[in-house]
Every structure is written in structure tokens, then in C-alpha cells.
């Protein structure tokens, strides 16, 4: 088992930069591929960002691109994911997860094993 705990949220200004952490525990997340996904209130949760077990490859979706890095340490057992440039759109309830779905689906949330609670992000205009 692997429980996951998100911190790092907050309430930010549009432009402003935040940065989650994603910390796990139970086993050593380096056994697999960790992910970032979103909630905004009366949506979808969506994919946001992915990284691969030795960090070598990343993907992001394309709302994010550019703004947003996700980074690991698997020594410490940390996701990290930096924000930055952020809007309104970007508020929303960010959750972390960890699996091993094939990397072509790894934007779908219920092929991860593993998810923490959330934490909430919120951007004023």
C-alpha cells in the first residue's frame, strides 16, 4: 500500500506561483510512475501532468504546458509539482497518484492504484 499526502495548496493571485508536494508512504514510489491530476467544482477530474518511475520522461496536458513542472525524488519519496503563470482556470482540488497504467493512458485517473486526498488551489482574478 501507498498513502499519499498533498500539501502546498493555498489561495495565490492570477500570475502568481505555487508549488504541491505530493509525500508517500507504505512503499517507495520509485516502483512507479506518478501523476498530477485536477477537480474543479461541476467538472471532470482532469490529467494534469505525469512522470515516468526514474523521471526521465514527462508529459503534460496541454492546458498546462509550459507553466506547470512536475519533478520526483524518489530517495525522499516526493512528487513536487511547480506552478507557475496561474489563472483562474486553474483552480481546482490537484490530487497526486501513483501506478503504472501504459504510458499512452496515463492521463486516465482511474488506471493509477494509488491517490491521495487533494489540496485545493485557488487563483483570484
Known amino acids: 500500500q501507498v498513502q499519499l499526502v498533498e500539501s502546498g495548496g493555498g489561495l495565490v493571485q492570477a500570475g502568481g506561483s505555487l508549488r504541491l508536494t505530493c509525500a508517500a508512504s507504505g512503499r517507495t514510489i520509485s516502483s512507479y510512475a506518478m501523476a498530477w491530476f485536477r477537480q474543479a467544482p461541476r467538472k471532470e477530474r482532469e490529467f494534469v501532468a505525469v512522470?515516468?518511475?526514474?523521471?526521465?520522461?514527462?508529459t503534460y496536458a496541454d492546458s498546462v504546458k509550459g507553466r506547470f513542472t512536475i519533478s520526483r525524488d524518489n530517495i525522499k519519496n516526493i512528487v513536487y509539482l511547480e506552478m507557475s503563470s496561474l489563472n483562474a482556470e486553474d483552480t481546482a482540488v490537484y490530487y497526486c497518484?501513483?501506478?503504472?497504467?501504459?504510458?499512452?493512458?496515463?492521463?486516465?485517473?482511474?488506471?493509477?492504484?494509488?491517490r491521495g486526498q487533494g489540496t485545493q488551489v485557488t487563483v483570484s482574478s
Open positions: 512522470i515516468s518511475r526514474s523521471g526521465g520522461t514527462t
Open positions: 497518484a501513483a501506478g503504472n497504467p501504459p504510458w499512452a493512458l496515463a492521463t486516465k485517473p482511474n488506471l493509477y492504484d494509488y
